[in-house]
């Protein structure tokens, strides 16, 4: 019974060692109420995909904001380019999301969908396509795309 006890002990002494109280963190990681707080609540997000350049460092990004898109084409259609219709190639994600960022977008999150045998967590090494997900609060909807064209956007006009 002692036993059993003095483990209980140790499992809530552990327990209470290991518990973060918000007063504890350094106030640079502690989120700001404000940033979050949007007053329009509209609200919108994007996912901006790689496709590395075969015998290039560069990278060609596509961009998903929920636009209409045909499956074959989906791509390249939503690739991001510039005034002239050229595929933007950038030299990294962090040089794209540095483009997106001039349009009012900012980082939410990023993950990797592994390629490779099965899709299993340890197949990262052998390659995956990187997603990053971005929001932006916007007035109205039209101002998702502001700043930026897709190619499928460049040919509507």
């Given amino acids: 019974m002692k036993k059993i006890a003095l483990l209980l002990l140790l499992i809530m002494t552990l327990g209470a060692a290991n518990a ?9 990681q502690v989120m700001d109420a404000d940033e979050y707080y ?8 994007a996912l901006l995909s790689e ?8 990278v060609k990004v596509s961009i998903d904001f929920g636009q209409s898109t045909s499956w074959l084409g989906s791509m390249s259609e939503s690739r991001l380019v510039d005034k002239n219709g050229k595929e933007i190639k950038f030299n990294s994600m962090i040089d794209a999301m540095n483009y997106m960022s001039q ?17 299993k967590s340890s197949d990262i090494s052998v390659g995956g396509t990187v997603y990053w997900v971005l ?15 897709t190619k499928a956007q460049q ?3």
Wanted: charged fraction near 20%; glycine fraction near 10%; proline fraction near 8%.
């Fill in 51 to 58: 496709s590395p350049q075969l015998f290039s460092s560069k």
């Fill in 103 to 119: 349009f009012g977008w900012r980082f939410a999150q990023a993950y990797v969908v592994p390629s490779g045998s099965g899709g």
């Fill in 135 to 149: 929001c932006k609060d916007v007035d109205d909807y039209s101002q998702i795309s502001e700043g930026f064209t």
């Fill in 20 to 28: 973060q109280n918000a007063n504890d963190v350094p106030p640079a």
């Fill in 38 to 45: 949007n007053p329009n609540g509209k609200r919108v997000y």
């Fill in 155 to 157: 040919r509507a006009r």
